[in-house]
Every structure is written in C-alpha cells, then in structure tokens.
C-alpha cells in the first residue's frame, strides 16, 4: 500500500465524506499519478492526482466524462468528486473504479453501436461550453456553427502556431496548411449535424469493464465531426474491423469518408508534434501532401 501525502488525505475526506484507509498505485498513466483507494465504507474509487496539474484540468476532464455520460451510450466512469487546486489545495479527480474484465463475444459491435449511439447524441453548436485539453496540452473549445471553421481556428491553427513557436514545424509545412485552409470547405465533404465526441480515442482510452463491456476513458471531449473519433481509432491502431462495421451498419458514412480520413489525422498528429516532436512532423507533411 502507498501512503497519501496528510494535506490530499484530508481534501479526500471532506470532498468524499468518509475517510480514505488505503491506497495502492497504479500504472499506465503518462501525465497524473493513479491510485485505486480503500474507503471507511468499504467502497474502492479511482484516484488521478497532479501536483503540476493546471488549475483547469481536472474540472474540465469531470466536465467532459458527464458531458459524454449524459448521452448514456457508452459506460463512462461517473465522477465523484473533484478539485481544481485552488490556494494550495491539492487537486484531484475521483471517479467510479473500473475493474478490468474479459470482452464479451460481441464486444466490437457494441463498442462500435454505442459510438454510433454517443455521435447520434449531438450537441447544438461545434465546439463545447468550456476549453480542455488533450493530454497534457490546451484545448481550446470556442463554439461554432461551421464546422470547417472550427476545424481551422480551433484545432489545426492553434497546434499549428504551438508547432512554429517551438520550432517544431518549419514555413514549408506552415505554407501547405494556409493552402490546406483554403480547400478545406470542400474537402470536409458533405455537412452533418454535430457529434458528440469522445476527442482522444486511442486504444489506451478504451476499457473492458466488469461485465466485459466497452468502457471510455481520459476524453478530450468536444461536438464536432463525427468521423474525427473514428479517424483517430484508426492513426494508432487498436480497433479491429468488426468495431467500425458496426459503427456503419448502426450510422453509415457520408461517401468518401475513407479519403477524409488523413485529414482528419492531421490534428493528432500535430498535438503528437508538440508533445513530442521527433518524426511527427514528418508524418504530418505525408498527410498534407495528399490534399495539396
């Protein structure tokens, strides 16, 4: 077992209501320490803590796991209490614990049914009511009605900037994206209503439950375009086919979709570029040259 510091035992206590009698450390998380808690009542919770964290992250991750949850497609971990930080005080986010199962024999159809099911959801406007961020890195949510300009001025322009300040990203690459903004209207393909979206959805993100269901995790939530979670579910692998003929028997493409797909990539892979530079930006410029 692991010893909590006394000033987050205490925050747990008034936040929870009841006191925390153990903790035990888990792996696999890259940006917050993880801890599987032993409550006073005899519940288990899951623990995310962050002494570096921004004021803003763990209320705006508890925002988005309830925004998603709201939707009630997919099992999303219910949040139970959260801290932002403020004035010294340790920040934190306690949530449902997920305890790891085996999938069922049809797994991939109802992983890809509650997509369809969470994207069908919708929103009013693209974009969300508040910023967050995407791994460790802002995420800027500001709402619009166009979804390409959102797409530009939300997600591609600001990563783009990030990428060009730090050196990152060269005026080759910044020539092609202004070429890419002109044609993006008509590359985005046909209009659609706004999506609610997972925002960060890798293998990593997705969980087997209990009862060996699909469970999402860690969201970069936002509306926006539908086929962006799914194109993100192809760039690292993790998915298998059966998830995504599901998702099309369930709320079939727009045709064209498989074209799109690079594009739609495109913001990844620069959120990868400023996190951790290297080749990244190489497989950007290869996406690009599809398009321009």
Known sequence: MTSLSAALSEALRRALGEEVQGARRLSGGDINEAFELSLSSGARVFLKTNAQASVRMFPAEAHGLEWLRAAGALRIPRVLAVSAGHEGEPSFLVLELLTPGRQVRNFDERLGHGLSELHRFGAARFGLERDNFIGSLP???????????????????????????????????????????????????????????????????????????PCLIDPAAYAGHREVDL???????????????????????????????????????????????????????RSLARYV
């Not at 020539?175 to 002109?182: I, Q, V």
């Not at 003929?245 to 979709?257: C, D, Q, S, V």
């Open 139 to 213: 995420q800027r949510n500001r709402e619009h009605d166009s979804w390409a300009e959102f797409f530009w001025h939300e997600r591609l322009a600001p990563q783009l900037q990030r990428a060009i300040e730090s050196g990152r990203a060269g005026a080759a690459l910044q020539g092609s994206f202004e070429r890419l903004r002109a044609r993006l209207p008509e590359l985005l393909g046909p209009s659609e209503p706004p999506a609610r979206l997972h925002g960060d959805l890798w293998g990593g993100n997705l969980h087997v439950d209990e009862q060996g269901a």
């Open 231 to 285: 194109a993100m579910m192809r760039l690292f692998g993790g998915f298998g086919e059966r998830v995504f003929r599901a998702y099309e028997e369930a709320y079939p493409l727009a045709p064209g979709h498989a074209e799109r797909t690079a594009l739609y990539q495109l913001y990844p892979l620069l959120v990868h570029v400023n996190l951790f530079g290297g080749t990244y930006a190489e497989s950007v410029a």
